[in-house]
């Protein structure tokens, strides 16, 4: 019986069109699933249900998502991240996903320096002559007139210079505004979205932050060197809202709050600096 499926074009060149073919007839499809972005229950006769296709570097594993969730896509992972995944779906026999697919084409992450507590990865410009900075991410939830938004807080560890800079002059917030980033003058208020970004959280996990490719589509602007396990309550707002704010603010300005409160409390000190960006991202993938 058909299945309300989406099989994106990126994800059949991967698993070719006869399989593609197969999941649209629902051959090798599931009545239900656990959705791996938000991982809550969904059903392919009832839902738009989109097909996620995990690769790594040998083999690729087929997934599936609401559609409300994120669109039909290939999430590039290690193989270690890969294997992780088959063990956690394997002990729910109800929501299989096909089979392990050969990989037609790997598109692994390339590993990063980790800041302890967080996902980070290099930023594109150097902050000095032989240092670069690295991207801190902490997620917690902002209230924005009492409803809670998924956010998301960036602090490099060091001053950011434009491409080329030796200066050490921290252009970071510069650089976000040129981007389309504006600046924050009220917590409370929900900023615009930003077109062609995107937040791609997979398998309950933040795995990357997405700007808009020179040739079109998208490509990682920030990307985790491990996936960042998320709380199911950042995991249901940003799914419910269908996007995450992302804060941005220069080094040393914010660091690391234990809490949600504590970290608004130094959000709001930051923005009575007039030192925060923010943009609402939609929580999509590539």
């Given at each position: 019986?058909?299945?309300?499926?989406?099989?994106?074009?990126?994800?059949?060149?991967?698993?070719?069109?006869?399989?593609?073919?197969?999941?649209?007839?629902?051959?090798?499809?599931?009545d239900s699933y656990e959705c791996t972005s938000c991982r809550t229950p969904g059903d392919t006769h009832a839902e738009r249900t989109s097909t996620v296709l995990?690769?790594?570097?040998?083999?690729?594993v087929l997934a599936f998502a609401h559609a409300r969730c994120i669109?039909?896509?290939?999430?590039?992972?290690?193989e270690?991240?890969?294997?992780?995944?088959?063990?956690?779906?394997?002990?729910?026999?109800?929501?299989?996903?096909?089979?392990?697919?050969?990989?037609?084409a790997a598109h692994p992450i390339v590993p990063n320096p980790a800041v302890p507590t967080s996902a980070s990865a290099p930023p594109a410009a150097p902050t000095a002559p032989g240092q670069a900075a690295i991207l801190g991410i902490t997620c917690g939830l902002i209230l924005h007139d009492k409803v809670g938004h998924a956010s998301l807080v960036v602090e490099p560890t060091g001053p950011v210079g434009r491409p080329g800079s030796t200066s050490g002059e921290d252009e970071f917030l510069d650089l976000l505004q040129d981007a389309g980033f504006q600046p924050v003058t009220d917590l409370n208020v929900t900023p615009e979205q930003l077109p062609g970004w995107s937040v791609l959280v997979a398998m309950g996990q933040l795995h990357a932050i997405l700007q808009p490719a020179a040739a079109g589509g998208s490509t990682g602007w920030w990307q985790a060197h491990q996936p960042l396990q998320v709380t199911d309550a950042w995991r249901s707002a940003a799914s419910q809202l269908s996007e995450v704010t992302m804060y941005a603010v220069p080094a040393g300005m914010v660091g690391r709050q234990p809490r949600e409160d504590l970290l608004r409390q130094a959000l709001e000190r930051a923005v009575a600096l007039g030192q925060v960006v923010a943009a609402s991202l939609p929580l999509a993938g590539t």
């Open positions: 019986m058909p299945r309300m499926l989406d099989v994106s074009d990126e994800v059949r060149s991967e698993i070719g069109d006869d399989e593609a073919d197969r999941l649209l007839a629902g051959d090798r499809a599931p995990f690769v790594a570097d040998e083999t690729a669109p039909s896509q290939v999430v590039p992972v290690s270690q991240q890969l294997a992780g995944a088959v063990r956690s779906i394997s002990g729910r026999p109800q929501h299989q996903p096909a089979a392990p697919y050969p990989a037609a």
